[in-house]
T-cell receptor
């Protein structure tokens, strides 16, 4: 079945370091891909999305490119801040199945 | 108020209690969702409503009973829950279930079952 796999955390890094969170998916067809972020005590917020191969989603300094050949959607940020500390979820959506499938989430802790 | 709101934000209940969670969306969306987020487990889709009609029940136990009186409101009625039902319950909405529209989430209700 369809699934999303992302690296387990926690990921701990210093302010201004580079962040990469790997995400791969398995699906038949061509899903839309999302990154959501969950700050402490809050619900999920859409961070960025891409709906077709080679699309790049970007927001708040984060980027992810839809790579069909490697079935990946890795999240990157060149210089993180303490305020980026959160749990990040990769997800895929297929209209045919009417389902948004999430990865397990990756906790990121940025230290000053 | 904008976006998706949920009340209460925190709820503690005994196994014999009956309580309800409320979700309201102010985005003009037609589809609403209930998710369960437990520690160390992926988000689990529970129910999907599209134009007030339930279109998905993801094998949820009958002690959880959803209600969608209109496209802006969604309830989750709880009765005779178990301690393992303790979790964060998230509501979401989107433009139309079955499309590629993005789902927008509320802040969640943190439920503790004693």
């Amino acid at each position: 079945g369809d699934s999303v796999t992302q690296m387990e955390g926690p990921v701990t890094l210093s302010e201004e370091a580079c962040l990469t969170i790997n995400c791969t998916y398995t699906a038949t067809g061509y899903p839309s891909l999302f990154w959501y972020v969950q700050y402490p005590g809050e619900g999920l917020q859409l961070l960025l999305k891409a709906t077709k191969a080679d699309d790049k989603g970007s927001n708040k300094g984060f980027e992810a490119t839809y790579r069909k050949e490697t079935t990946s959607f890795h999240l990157e940020k060149g210089s993180v801040q303490v305020s980026d500390s959160a749990v990040y979820f990769c997800a895929q959506y297929k209209a045919a199945g009417n389902k948004l499938t999430f990865g397990g989430g990756t906790r990121v802790l940025v230290k000053p | 108020e904008t976006g998706v709101t949920q009340t209460p934000r925190h709820l503690v209940m005994g196994m014999t209690n009956k309580k309800s969670l409320k979700c309201e969306q102010h985005l003009g969306h037609n589809a609403m969702y209930w998710y369960k987020q437990s520690a160390k487990k992926p988000l689990e889709l529970m129910f999907v409503y599209n134009f007030k009609e339930q279109t998905e029940n993801n094998s949820v136990p009958s002690r959880f009973s959803p209600e969608c009186p209109n496209s802006s409101h969604l309830f989750l009625h709880l009765h005779t829950l178990q301690p393992e039902d303790s979790a964060l319950y998230l509501c979401a909405s989107s433009g139309l279930a079955g499309s590629t529209d993005t789902q927008y989430f509320g802040p969640g209700t943190r439920l503790t079952v004693l």
